[in-house]
């Protein structure tokens, strides 16, 4: 039982020390074992219900956990919470890409990885390019992708 406070202790710190930052990869990454820790650790219910709680441990602005069932329905989303229930696998992003189905069939047949498509920042409300790494923690697939910025490319 020590541990698994010591490890929410963790958890928790490390959650609030990045309310605010420029988030790259390796931060999607971490949030994503995160939550998979607190799904272990929880148990899936609370954990989804957290990750849907806007402004959570999970919601870092422009970087934030979402879930999806095996299937590409969404079952957790911190900004957009008239989503989940919905089945979006066949929804393609604005470049038509099937990305939900990408990530799917990527969580069901090697359990984690990345994911590249085009997406709405909530932050800044435009159509930006995002990768996201996923991860298979039992039968949902945690999500945490990050914006792509361009603005330094050539410098």
Request: one cysteine or more; a neutral charge; proline letters at 3%.
């Amino acid at each position: 039982m020590k541990l698994t406070r010591a490890v929410f202790i963790a958890i928790g710190l490390f959650s609030f020390a990045g309310l605010s930052y420029a988030a790259d990869k390796d931060d999607a990454k971490d949030l994503v074992k995160r939550a998979a820790a607190y799904v272990k650790y929880q148990g899936k219910e609370k954990a989804l219900a957290e990750i849907s709680k806007p402004r959570g441990m999970f919601d870092k602005g422009e970087t934030y956990v979402f879930a999806y069932d095996l299937q590409g329905v969404i079952v957790a989303h911190p900004k957009n919470t008239a989503l989940i229930g919905q089945n979006m696998i066949a929804v393609p992003d604005i470049e038509g890409k099937l990305f939900r189905k990408e990530i799917v069939e990527k969580a069901k047949s090697i359990g984690s990885g990345w994911v590249d498509y085009v997406y709405l920042n909530p932050e800044t409300n435009v159509q930006e390019h995002k990768t996201t790494y996923i991860q298979k923690a039992g039968d949902i697939i945690l999500c945490c992708g990050v914006y792509k910025d361009y603005s330094h490319e050539g410098d």
